[in-house]
């Protein structure tokens, strides 16, 4: 496969973006996000696994099998979950006034919200704002859109690739939000895929399971799972290539590059992770099957031990032997070989006593975990974080 290369812009052919402050959060800070694309285009989404879901996802649950959209409008400081009857009327009134003011129909144009919980959206507020966030519309805009989308984020998270179509250059750009309530099946994030490039809707939905499967479903900071996940994919097809389909020959060079956007926004939540200092990549391999390795690894980085062990340089390698025992994936402790930054903590489920060199390589801000299962010949990554008392003075007071 051929390397693709960032673009440096974030801009997409035929997107444009826009982010203000509406007034939604008390800090004044930018909390309204616009993207709009200048033809309908193809969409896909996935949402939260948890039954507890917003209104906005909802909504957009009910559409999204159209395989159609053309912009979504984004709000912060406002969950709009748990909000009952009054959460969808108010969802389906900034839906209905953000079409209007974009000359386009309800049924392509989606609403995502994040948030406090269980407060009931301001929309008036958002209604007001729309002619200035239309107005604001550029296709430069995608920085201030993700700023928009922020809630306890440290920074906006954005990313861009360039890749070859046939003989033409496509472009896919995303930006995401997340840093508390991240549980593997969605985390608490919100993430927006924009692309020129033609695919189908099957190709484009196939894609984004996928990935969305192996990066965002991989992470974990605190293990609660929020009620307003949202990953959606929008493909307007501006390069004029022919539509890709999932036999087409640069299909998996697409869904490679999605891939690739997607684990380094994965990495980037992580990395932001409420109160982190450090970022854990855990590898696990030699699992019998893939999904051995995926719950292997998804375990050990749930596991708030070894998150605590993490901050606190504590070379307690039992934690992650533990957390492996119980994970589901079928293992032999006797199989079991663990690496810590090129030290070699577990051989054969025994300890080597390198505690002490350990303790050092724990002070490093990026931590890499390689567990080999000695079980066959498949692997999976998570990402997760150190837990610290930032953490919780940050949720402490998180809704007031």
């Known amino acids: 496969m051929k390397?693709?290369?960032?673009?440096?812009?974030?801009?997409?052919?035929?997107?444009?973006?826009?982010?203000?402050?509406?007034?939604?959060?008390?800090?004044?800070?930018?909390?309204?996000?616009?993207?709009?694309?200048?033809?309908?285009?193809?969409?896909?989404?996935?949402?939260?696994?948890?039954?507890?879901?917003?209104?906005?996802?909802?909504?957009?649950?009910?559409?999204?099998?159209?395989?159609?959209?053309?912009?979504?409008?984004?709000?912060?400081?406002?969950?709009?979950?748990?909000?009952?009857?009054h959460g969808m009327r108010d969802a389906a009134k900034?839906?209905?006034?953000?079409?209007?003011?974009?000359?386009?129909?309800?049924?392509?144009?989606?609403?995502?919200?994040?948030?406090?919980?269980?407060?009931?959206?301001?929309?008036?507020?958002?209604?007001?704002?729309?002619?200035?966030?239309?107005?604001?519309?550029?296709?430069?805009?995608?920085?201030?859109?993700?700023?928009?989308?922020?809630?306890?984020?440290?920074?906006?998270?954005?990313?861009?690739?360039?890749?070859?179509?046939?003989?033409?250059?496509?472009?896919?750009?995303?930006?995401?939000?997340?840093?508390?309530?991240?549980?593997?099946?969605?985390?608490?994030?919100?993430?927006?895929?924009?692309?020129?490039?033609?695919?189908?809707?099957?190709?484009?939905?196939?894609?984004?399971?996928?990935?969305?499967?192996?990066?965002?479903?991989?992470?974990?900071?605190?293990?609660?799972m929020s009620t307003n996940d949202t990953v959606m994919a929008m493909a307007n097809g501006a390069l004029e290539n022919k539509p890709l389909t999932r036999n087409s020959a640069d299909y998996q060079k697409f869904k490679d590059t999605l891939f690739s956007i997607s684990y380094e926004l994965a990495r980037m939540i992580v990395k932001d992770g409420e109160g982190a200092t450090k970022c854990v990549e855990i590898t696990v391999e030699g699992a019998r099957t893939e999904s051995d390795a995926r719950l292997a690894a998804r375990s050990v980085a749930g596991s708030l031990l070894v998150k605590t062990a993490m901050y606190g340089k504590d070379p307690n390698w039992g934690r992650i032997m533990a957390a492996i025992g119980y994970s589901g994936a079928v293992v032999k402790e006797e199989d079991i070989n663990i690496i810590i930054n090129k030290v070699k903590v577990v051989r054969n489920g025994l300890g080597t006593g390198k505690e002490e060199v350990l303790h050092k390589v724990l002070s490093e801000d990026d931590i890499f975990v390689t567990i080999d299962l000695g079980r066959g010949n498949k692997s999976a990554k998570a990402l997760t974080c150190d837990l610290t008392e930032e953490y919780i003075e940050i949720n402490a007071h998180y809704g007031t």
């Open 3 to 85: 390397k693709t290369s960032r673009k440096p812009e974030l801009a997409v052919p035929g997107f444009m973006f826009s982010g203000i402050a509406a007034g939604i959060k008390k800090s004044g800070d930018y909390d309204l996000a616009l993207i709009v694309s200048d033809r309908p285009a193809t969409t896909a989404g996935v949402f939260t696994k948890n039954s507890v879901k917003a209104a906005p996802v909802r909504l957009a649950m009910e559409h999204i099998s159209s395989g159609r959209g053309q912009a979504i409008v984004i709000n912060s400081g406002n969950a709009n979950a748990c909000t009952g009857k």
């Open 94 to 224: 900034v839906k209905e006034k953000a079409a209007k003011a974009l000359g386009l129909s309800p049924e392509v144009v989606y609403v995502s919200s994040t948030g406090v919980i269980g407060k009931r959206l301001p929309a008036e507020k958002i209604v007001q704002a729309l002619p200035e966030l239309v107005m604001k519309l550029r296709p430069s805009g995608l920085t201030n859109a993700s700023k928009a989308i922020m809630t306890t984020d440290k920074y906006l998270k954005a990313t861009s690739r360039r890749i070859r179509i046939g003989s033409k250059t496509g472009t896919i750009a995303a930006m995401a939000k997340g840093a508390g309530m991240i549980c593997p099946d969605m985390a608490t994030m919100l993430c927006f895929i924009m692309t020129d490039i033609s695919l189908t809707h099957a190709a484009l939905n196939h894609a984004l399971i996928d990935v969305v499967a192996r990066s965002f479903n991989m992470i974990s900071v605190d293990n609660d």
